[in-house]
């Protein structure tokens, strides 16, 4: 079965299975560096916003073997969990007096978007673009968010520059945050380890004492008894698109001048960057080399942000 067709069946099927009442459509959507996901969509008369699920990955299931019916009964649960959301107020969202509070700043790559970037209001910065976003004011959504385009800034007669100082303003109020990286290690690998001891022995209480004990075990081996490490993500306390905190140069003044050195960043993707100290860091073009591979082993293809290595420093204020 060809892509197409398979997108089709699904739609097809999903639609039979909740009958007239709901509408179920598949449309083409445009992500980060031209990433293009196919996303299911599911409304009916009370609604007309809903999460997309994308089939993209489904079909490759489908082509190592996994049945349709199963993987159609997954979509169906996965829509059954998902909230209701309810309407979107779209003569509110035409006036800009009621949205701007929730417009925000995200970094893109500049080349890997400029197809995008030619409909979308925004300004470079070294070689990435800030581009604006509004997030949508409904916690069932989570992250949900609306790119701004050029049509919106016409509806809302404003213009780039407004845009840059609310955004700027709304994201800064998102809050920030630096942590060390041998703590974030340490909470995944308590939730995984917790899961873990979960599945082996439903039946047993697993003291979180006992689990934080084997996490800082495990750390003590990656980090040979360094009580820190070197390496510091920065990112907002959302963790999505958090990438835009290195523009608060500010705060990265600060961090520098605790740490008594200048910063090298590493645009670990478009929701978080990775800060190493220059004075504990190995050399420029070692950091270089890994920042690729990891994009390339690692990192999903819409969350990619740079292969570049930036260098602030604390004398000036600025990212080079």
């Avoid at 997108?7 to 709901?22: M, P």
């Avoid at 970094?107 to 209001?121: G, K, T």
């Avoid at 809302?156 to 703590?183: A, C, D, H, K, S």
């Avoid at 890994?290 to 969350?303: G, H, L, P, T």
Wanted: charged letters at 25%.
């Amino acid at each position: 079965m060809e892509y197409q067709e398979f997108i089709q069946s699904i739609t097809n099927r999903i639609q039979a299975i909740l009958g007239d009442q709901y509408q179920v459509v598949c449309h083409p959507v445009c992500k980060n560096n031209g990433v293009y996901l196919d996303g299911l969509i599911i409304t009916s008369k009370e609604t007309n916003i809903s999460p997309s699920i994308y089939l993209n990955q489904y079909y490759d299931q489908f082509v190592l073997g996994r049945p349709m019916s199963e993987i159609v009964w997954e979509i169906f649960q996965l829509f059954k969990k998902a909230p209701q959301i309810g309407n979107m107020d779209i003569d509110q969202f035409a006036d800009f007096s009621k949205v701007k509070e929730n417009i925000a700043i995200k970094l893109i790559n500049y080349d890997a978007n400029r197809e995008m970037l030619s409909d979308v209001p925004h300004r470079r910065f070294l070689d990435l673009a800030i581009v604006y976003y509004f997030v949508v004011p409904n916690e069932l959504l989570g992250n949900a968010t609306i790119l701004i385009r050029n049509d919106h800034v016409s509806l809302w007669q404003t213009n780039e520059r407004t845009l840059y100082r609310i955004g700027m303003r709304n994201t800064l109020f998102l809050g920030w945050e630096i942590r060390p990286m041998n703590v974030i290690i340490r909470d995944y690998l308590e939730e995984e380890l917790d899961d873990y001891l979960k599945e082996r022995n439903p039946d047993r209480q697993i003291e979180p004492d006992r689990i934080q004990q084997l996490a800082e075990e495990i750390l003590a081996d990656i980090y040979d008894g360094d009580d820190e490490g070197p390496l510091y993500v920065l990112s907002n306390h959302r963790r999505f698109f958090g990438a835009s905190c290195m523009l608060f140069t500010d705060r990265l003044k600060a961090f520098a001048d605790l740490k008594g050195s200048d910063l090298y960043i590493l645009p670990s993707s478009i929701h978080e960057v990775i800060l190493i100290p220059q004075d504990l860091s190995p050399e420029y073009e070692a950091l270089c080399r890994m920042v690729r591979e990891i994009n390339d082993s690692e990192v999903d293809a819409c969350d990619r942000l740079s292969d570049r290595v930036y260098r602030f420093d604390r004398k000036t204020g600025k990212i080079s």
